[in-house]
């Protein structure tokens, strides 16, 4: 892997060998898919808007600065760029809530400290999510259970920010963090789904859920997408790993 400055921007070289036919045909998949969904989708985004805002007072959306990469040519060969944009969510947590909780707890994970993972959570658990949240609303925790306030992230696929499969995208200060080789899973476009959601979801480690992303990314495909996303509607409807 080539991890290189071009000014203030950071650099990756791809991780595998995708064709711009296939960048294309991606692209147009996640449109074909998103576009009619948003459409279909619109009265259960109002429904939910307000059932947010009833059961706690604030905003029903979420923005979030997440960690994502525009795919560039550089110097002959296909570089990602990272950079961040504005992720959308149905908001699951009190207004304006402390994030150093959650930084605490994603310290912990990325290194793998499953005794500071179990005091934060207050209790061991079998889910390396932070389940036992303060800030998280009554209704919240029915949309995390059920994945419905990762919705508003069809706006982000619009946009091109986001594919509907792909490493999900992280938070910067989860980022920096990183150990080199973890920066692997930045070298393709977030998704909404990806192979780490359909086969281990919350209940595996950070390391493994690098290597899943990275797998993903060596073997991407058209038919690997389709596959990802049909396999991701069970995984959701069983809740396993979601809270």
Same mark, same amino acid.
């Not at 495909?221 to 991701?232: E, F, H």
């Given at each position: 892997?080539?991890?290189?400055?071009?000014?203030?921007?950071?650099?990756?070289?791809?991780?595998?060998?995708?064709?711009?036919?296939? #960048? #294309?045909?991606?692209?147009?998949? &996640?449109?074909?898919?998103?576009?009619?969904?948003?459409?279909?989708?619109?009265?259960?985004?109002?429904?939910?808007?307000?059932?947010?805002? %009833?059961?706690?007072?604030?905003?029903?959306?979420?923005?979030?600065?997440?960690?994502?990469?525009?795919?560039?040519?550089?110097?002959?060969?296909?570089?990602?760029?990272?950079?961040?944009? !504005?992720? $959308? +969510?149905? *908001?699951?947590m009190v207004h304006d809530a402390d994030?150093?909780? =959650?930084?605490?707890?994603? /310290?912990?994970?990325?290194?793998?400290?499953? *005794?500071?993972?179990?005091?934060?959570?207050?209790? &061991?658990?079998? !889910?390396?999510?932070?389940?036992?949240?303060?800030?998280?609303? *009554?209704?919240? /925790?029915?949309?995390?259970?059920?994945?419905?306030?990762?919705?508003?992230?069809?706006?982000?696929?619009? *946009?091109?920010?986001?594919?509907?499969?792909?490493?999900?995208?992280?938070?910067?200060?989860?980022?920096?963090? #990183? +150990?080199?080789? =973890?920066?692997?899973?930045?070298?393709?476009?977030?998704?909404? !789904?990806? %192979?780490?959601?359909?086969?281990?979801?919350?209940?595996?480690?950070?390391?493994?859920?690098?290597?899943?992303?990275?797998? $993903?990314?060596?073997?991407?495909?058209?038919?690997?997408?389709?596959?990802?996303? %049909?396999?991701?509607?069970?995984?959701? %409807?069983?809740?396993?790993?979601?809270?």
């Amino acid at each position: 892997m080539a991890l290189t400055k071009e000014g203030c921007h950071l650099l990756i070289e791809a991780e595998s060998r995708e064709s711009t036919l296939y #960048y #294309y045909e991606k692209r147009i998949l &996640d449109l074909i898919i998103t576009i009619p969904l948003l459409i279909i989708l619109a009265p259960l985004f109002l429904l939910i808007s307000t059932l947010v805002c %009833l059961d706690s007072s604030g905003p029903a959306f979420f923005n979030q600065t997440r960690v994502g990469t525009k795919r560039k040519t550089h110097g002959g060969k296909t570089i990602w760029e990272i950079t961040n944009f !504005t992720c $959308y +969510k149905f *908001r699951t947590m009190v207004h304006d809530a402390d994030s150093s909780l =959650h930084q605490a707890y994603i /310290k912990a994970f990325i290194s793998n400290d499953t *005794r500071g993972m179990t005091a934060l959570q207050g209790g &061991d658990t079998s !889910t390396c999510k932070l389940v036992n949240d303060p800030r998280i609303t *009554r209704f919240g /925790k029915l949309l995390r259970k059920t994945s419905l306030d990762e919705l508003p992230q069809l706006a982000n696929v619009i *946009r091109g920010e986001m594919s509907l499969v792909g490493p999900r995208p992280d938070v910067p200060y989860s980022v920096e963090l #990183y +150990k080199p080789w =973890h920066f692997k899973r930045l070298s393709a476009l977030p998704g909404l !789904t990806g %192979l780490w959601q359909t086969e281990g979801r919350s209940n595996v480690t950070f390391d493994n859920m690098v290597r899943m992303d990275i797998e $993903y990314i060596r073997n991407q495909s058209i038919l690997l997408d389709l596959k990802i996303l %049909l396999l991701t509607i069970p995984a959701v %409807l069983s809740g396993q790993g979601a809270e």
